[in-house]
């Protein structure tokens, strides 16, 4: 199981930037797909996720509404679209698989289920 994330970058306060996850299709068709950060000198946290079976989404509470998670099976991409970036949202963003298969609803609450990691991507928000 491979996950390449993509898509980081500096940004100024405000602005937007689109993430990329991809992986193999058996991974994305039968796993939930994670996305969580590390900022600098913290704990990893969760930020999102999408379930295996049904596209159902989760989001830390602090992210809803600025952050969308999306999967396009085609492409064989998650994706997270982050509007209104803030200062604080600065950090390493990973992509991850979640070990269990053909999910309906997943969490970012803990990444204990999480076994497959992407290398991560830098996310700098700044003026």
């Known amino acids: 199981v491979q996950l390449q994330a993509s898509g980081g970058g500096l940004v100024q306060p405000g602005g937007s930037l689109r993430l990329s996850c991809v992986a193999s299709?058996?991974?994305?068709?039968?796993?939930?797909i994670g996305w969580f950060r590390q900022a600098p000198g913290k704990e990893r946290e969760g930020v999102s996720c999408?379930?295996?079976?049904?596209?159902?989404?989760y989001y830390a509470n602090s992210l809803k509404g600025r952050f969308t998670i999306s999967r396009d099976r085609a492409k064989n991409t998650v994706y997270l679209q982050m509007n209104n970036l803030k200062p604080e949202d600065t950090a390493v963003y990973y992509c991850?698989?979640?070990?269990?298969?053909?999910?309906?609803?997943?969490?970012?609450?803990?990444?204990?289920?999480?076994?497959?990691w992407g290398q991560g991507t830098l996310v700098t928000v700044s003026s």
């Open positions: 991850a698989s979640e070990a269990y298969i053909e999910s309906t609803y997943c969490s970012v609450d803990s990444s204990v289920d999480y076994d497959h």
């Open positions: 299709k058996s991974t994305l068709e039968h796993h939930s």
């Open positions: 999408i379930s295996s079976r049904a596209d159902n989404e």
